[in-house]
T-cell receptor, first 115, second 113 residues
Framework: NAGVTQTPKFQVLKTGQSMTLQCAQD?????MSWYRQDPGMGLRLIHY???????DQGEVPNGYNVSRSTTEDFPLRLLSAAPSQTSVYFC??????????????FGPGTRLTVT | AQSVTQLGSHVSVSEGALVLLRCNYS??????LFWYVQYPNQGLQLLLK??????LVKGINGFEAEFKKSETSFHLTKPSAHMSDAAEYFC???????????FGKGTTLSVSS
């Protein structure tokens, strides 16, 4: 299994540009999520999904859109990038029931800079 | 609502010394607690987790943590630090619905020879 994969690894955007961060997992996990990591802030949840067609907001959803059309993929869209969205973005996944349902598996991250 | 506080943003130890990283939590329900490690320019790796079984939890790389309900703490320890332990460590608690991890701000561990 490749686990959780993210592309691209690095991206530089100009203010106002749009882009999509890709996330895929091959573990058949129902739950997928996006976090952002900022210095001194830990990780904060942006959006999450508990299955295809189901998404919900996390702690810091503004400026980001998500959709979940398949179990494997959970892209994160920035419609109009702002410098405040400069961050490292992590995708994570897990099962939703059972002994290990609280254990999230993280991807390697995407480092985004908005100038 | 759940929350996590990590005491000390930076901890420095000598190789072979005890490692102690502190984490206190707030939760209105029995918590699920985690420690993750992040090596430079990498993702997060689960070190260990507490899910209401044994209060002393053993993880990977010789780390362990003890859940103390009376102190609302879940401190991470390792008897003897190794240079390869240098990384950032995050304590986290799951929300009640299991839909989010609430992270502390992280502690950077430095190990000197």
């Amino acid at each position: 299994n490749a686990g959780v994969t993210q592309t691209p690894k690095f991206q530089v955007l100009k203010t106002g540009q749009s882009m999509t961060l890709q996330c895929a997992q091959d573990m058949n996990h129902e739950y997928m999520s996006w976090y952002r990591q900022d210095p001194g802030m830990g990780l904060r949840l942006i959006h999450y999904s508990v299955g295809a067609g189901i998404t919900d907001q996390g702690e810091v959803p503004n400026g980001y859109n998500v959709s979940r059309s398949t179990t494997e993929d959970f892209p994160l869209r920035l419609l109009s990038a702002a410098p405040s969205q400069t961050s490292v973005y992590f995708c994570a996944s897990k099962i939703v029931a059972g002994d290990r349902s609280y254990e999230q598996y993280f991807g390697p991250g995407t480092r985004l800079t908005v100038t | 609502a759940q929350s996590v506080t990590q005491l000390g943003s930076h901890v420095s130890v000598s190789e072979g010394a005890l490692v102690l990283l502190r984490c206190n939590y707030s939760s209105s329900v029995p918590p699920y607690l985690f420690w993750y490690v992040q090596y430079p320019n990498q993702g997060l790796q689960l070190l260990l987790k507490y899910t209401s079984a044994a209060t002393l939890v053993k993880g990977i790389n010789g780390f362990e943590a003890e859940f103390k309900k009376s102190e609302t703490s879940f401190h991470l320890t390792k008897p003897s630090a190794h240079m390869s332990d240098a990384a950032e460590y995050f304590c986290a608690v799951s929300n009640q619905a299991g839909t989010a991890l609430i992270f502390g701000k992280g502690t950077t561990l430095s190990v000197s020879s």
